[in-house]
C-alpha cells in the first residue's frame, strides 16, 4: 500500500471501530458463557431481592474485568474485599483469560489489513490506533458496573480497570495483531 504510514495516517477511525467491537464482543462472550451461572448464584439472587435492576450485567462486567486481572473491590463492607471470580475451585474457567487478547490481537491485525499496512513499524501504528475506544469503554465499563448495596460498593478497580484493561491490553494485544500484519504483509509481497 504505502512507503509507510506517519502521525497523519493513523487509522483512528477503524481502530475506533475495532477497539468498540473488541471490548463488546469480550463482554458479550463473558456474558454467555457467566450469566446463567451469576443470575442463580447467591450473590446474583440477593442483589435482585435487594432491587439491585441489572444484578446480572454488573456482576458479569466485573468478571469481564476480572478477564483482564482487575480485581472486584467491594468498599464500605464491614471488611474490605477484592477479588477475581476466574480460576479456583468455585470460579469461572481460565479460559475466560483468553478472551481479551484474542480479541484484540484480531482488531489490531484488522485495522492494519484494512490499512493496508506492509511493515512491522506500522503494524504497531496501526494496532494502537484500538486503543483510544478500549480505554474509553472501560472507563464508563466502571460505572456502568458498580453496585451499590446499603453502605458497600462493590466495582471493578478503578485504577486497574484504567491502566490495565484500558491501556496496557489494548496496547500489547492490538500492536502485536497490527506488527503480525505488518510482518506477513512483507514476507508475502
Known amino acids: 500500500m504505502s512507503s509507510g504510514l506517519n502521525r497523519d495516517d493513523l487509522p483512528i477511525g477503524a481502530g475506533a471501530v475495532a477497539g468498540l467491537v473488541a471490548w463488546i464482543l469480550g463482554y458479550l462472550l463473558t456474558y454467555l458463557i457467566t450469566s446463567g451461572r451469576i443470575r442463580e448464584s447467591g450473590l446474583g439472587q440477593l442483589l435482585e431481592f435487594l432491587g439491585e435492576d441489572g444484578a446480572v450485567y454488573k456482576l458479569v462486567g466485573w468478571v469481564f474485568y476480572n478477564s483482564h486481572f ?3 473491590v467491594v ?3 464491614p471488611v474490605a474485599v477484592a477479588g477475581n471470580a476466574i480460576g479456583g475451585d468455585q470460579g469461572f474457567t481460565p479460559l475466560l483469560f483468553v478472551v481479551p487478547p484474542a480479541l484484540l490481537l484480531a482488531a489490531g491485525l484488522a485495522v492494519a ?3 493496508g499496512v ?3 513499524r506500522d503494524g504497531v501504528l496501526a494496532g494502537v490506533a484500538v486503543v483510544p475506544a478500549y480505554l474509553v469503554l472501560s472507563v464508563v465499563g466502571v460505572f456502568l458496573f458498580t ?3 446499603g453502605p ?3 466495582r471493578p478497580d478503578p485504577l486497574l480497570a484504567v491502566l490495565l484493561a484500558g491501556v496496557v491490553y489494548p496496547a500489547v494485544f492490538g500492536v502485536i495483531g497490527g506488527v ?3 510482518t506477513t504483509a512483507s ?3
Open 70 to 72: 482487575v480485581e472486584t
Open 75 to 77: 468498599d464500605g463492607a
Open 113 to 115: 489489513r484494512f490499512q
Open 118 to 120: 506492509e511493515t512491522s
Open 147 to 149: 453496585i451499590s448495596a
Open 152 to 154: 458497600a460498593t462493590g
Open 180 to 182: 503480525v500484519a505488518g
Open 187 to 189: 514476507e508475502s509481497g
